[in-house]
């Protein structure tokens, strides 16, 4: 019995036992299959290298761009002493103070800046309505045109257009924008350089434009602006206290320099390209925690400028540098008033005889060809004399407004990121509605400084409601108590 039962066990042993032996020796019917794999594989690899080196590189940027957010993401700086002054340092604010300064909220713990919106559509609205006062009558009699509404039609569209471009900006976070803003950056002096190429268009002797399709053009040095409110921005956020040294305070003037240089050199530009150079400025100002050696250095800055002005006119009166011949009719009006003071002049005159309520609405004599362009930089000559010095105080009245608006989403902004975007587009706003009234009123040599939401101009319009939705979306960061 118990060979009869040992037998068959064996003989099962021997069976599994040759089982295995050919499983574990698959040469014998496959030699080449674990070869013919390998060469597979290295086959796909090499065939997918390039796939995958793509992959990687995305992997790469997309941690670039989360380190980014986690920069982005810095608190506001503590007040010096320790203690908190209102609204810095701090994302909540009490509600019902809040509302009573700012607006209302739509929802419980958020808020929109409703006040800021109705300014915006104020401005927009009354600037539609000065301009084609101002334009009707040189559109008219333009022999291309022939057409009182052409100026006030397209700023009309691209005003509607822009309002769209404000609400779908303000619905995305701002961190967003902060993450690309070194490409963006980059992209805005690209967009110059490309106004040295072929695809460049000189309009009345300045070559500062991209031509695009359906007859439209583009302005790069609008773009500039915003490029380099969210890049210096983010800088300032990403060097924390080393902007604090004069190695961080240099590493930013450097990139504002470049943008600004991009500015003046690509598109031959020089007031946007102060303006660009003194947002720069200003946001280094804002952020460091001392006063004094920025008074000196405006002080030093203004005796230079006093310097090399005298030094012109008294060296430099027979250039042929057009801004030097700018300079010399600014000192001298007089002498000049037929050629390079002339504009700036007939604007005095109209401003003196609109008198305190002016003359009436579309009642101005100075646009009947006095005035060439009196629709772009010199329009507030026009609201001085059809609406007297009570129309310019309406105009003074809502950019105040407006930009008290930007002062307090800056003060309650949620982070240091917001903080900073706030206050750009705050000095961006201020810059250029000083520069405007200080030329339109011989306070400063003639430049092309067009006057917000008011002056003629597309891409002006557009991105500057960029500008207002990305500030709309940080007042949208808000956060409210006693909801």
Same mark, same amino acid.
């Given at each position: 019995?118990?060979?009869? *039962? ?8 021997? /069976? ?10 698959? !040469? ?7 070869? @013919? ?13 390039? %796939? ?6 995305? @992997? ?7 380190? /980014? ?18 609204? @810095?340092?701090?994302? /909540? ?13 739509? %929802? ?19 600037? +539609? ?27 009309? +569209? ?19 924008? !902060? ?17 040295? $190429? ?18 439209? *053009? ?11 409110? =969210? ?28 943008? %600004?240089?991009?500015? =003046? ?17 200003? =946001? ?6 001392? $006063? ?28 042929? #540098? ?8 600014? +000192? ?12 700036? +002049? ?16 579309? #009642?101005? *004599? ?36 407006? =930009? ?16 900073? &975007? ?19 009123? !011989?306070?400063?040599? $003639? ?13 002006? &319009? ?19 108590? !006693?909801?």
């Amino acid at each position: 019995m118990r060979s009869r *039962t040992v037998q068959p066990i064996r003989r099962q042993e021997k /069976r599994t036992g040759r089982r295995k032996k050919k499983s574990q020796n698959p !040469g014998d019917t496959q030699p080449m299959a674990p070869i @013919r794999e390998e060469q597979k594989d290295r086959g796909m690899d090499t065939r997918s290298s390039g %796939a995958e080196r793509i992959r990687s590189g995305y @992997r790469e940027y997309q941690k670039v761009i989360d380190r /980014r957010r986690q920069v982005l993401n810095t608190p506001k700086p503590e007040p010096a002493g320790g203690g908190r002054r209102p609204g @810095r340092g701090n994302n /909540r604010t009490k509600g019902g103070s809040l509302r009573r300064a700012m607006g209302k909220s739509f %929802a419980k713990g958020q808020y929109f800046d409703f006040d800021m919106l109705l300014v915006i559509v104020f401005l927009m609205c009354f600037g +539609l309505v000065m301009l084609y006062s101002a334009s009707a009558y040189e559109a008219q009699v333009d022999v291309q045109l022939q057409d009182d509404m052409y100026y006030f039609s397209k700023q009309a +569209l691209i005003g509607a257009a822009g309002f769209v471009v404000m609400f779908i900006v303000s619905r995305i976070d701002y961190h967003i924008y !902060g993450a690309f803003a070194v490409e963006i950056y980059v992209v805005s002096m690209i967009l110059m350089a490309l106004v040295r $190429t072929p695809l460049g268009v000189t309009l009345n002797g300045a070559r500062r434009w991209i031509g695009l399709p359906g007859n439209l *053009t583009l302005q790069p040095a609008e773009i500039t602006k915003i490029a380099v409110i =969210l890049f210096i921005s983010y800088e300032l956020c990403r060097l924390g206290k080393k902007a604090y040294k004069m190695a961080g305070i240099v590493r930013i003037l450097v990139f504002g320099a470049i943008a %600004a240089g991009g500015v =003046l050199f690509l598109t031959d530009n020089l007031s946007t390209a102060i303006i660009v150079m003194a947002i720069t400025c200003i =946001l280094i100002f804002v952020i460091h925690p001392k $006063t004094r050696p920025f008074l000196i250095i405006i002080g030093v800055a203004v005796a230079a400028a006093a310097v090399l002005i005298a030094v012109l006119a008294a060296t430099a009166a027979n250039s042929d #540098n057009f801004r030097i011949q700018r300079i010399i009719s600014w +000192l001298n009006p007089e002498a000049t008033a037929d050629s390079g003071s002339f504009q700036v +002049l007939q604007g005095l005159y109209a401003i003196g005889s609109g008198g305190f309520f002016g003359k009436g609405l579309g #009642n101005s *004599t100075q646009k009947l060809g006095a005035i060439p362009e009196a629709q772009n930089d010199m329009i507030l000559v026009v609201i001085c004399e059809e609406l007297g010095v009570f129309g310019a105080i309406i105009i003074f009245v809502l950019f105040g407004l407006l =930009l008290y608006r930007l002062m307090f989403i800056a003060k309650n902004a949620p982070d240091l990121y917001g903080s900073l &975007i706030a206050t750009g587009i705050f000095a961006h706003i201020a810059l250029q509605v000083v520069f405007n009234v200080a030329v339109v009123t !011989g306070l400063l040599p $003639t430049t092309g400084i067009t006057l917000p939401f008011i002056s003629y101009g597309g891409t002006a &319009i557009l991105f500057l409601m960029a500008e207002m939705g990305i500030a709309l979306g940080i007042s949208r960061r808000i956060k409210l108590e !006693g909801e």
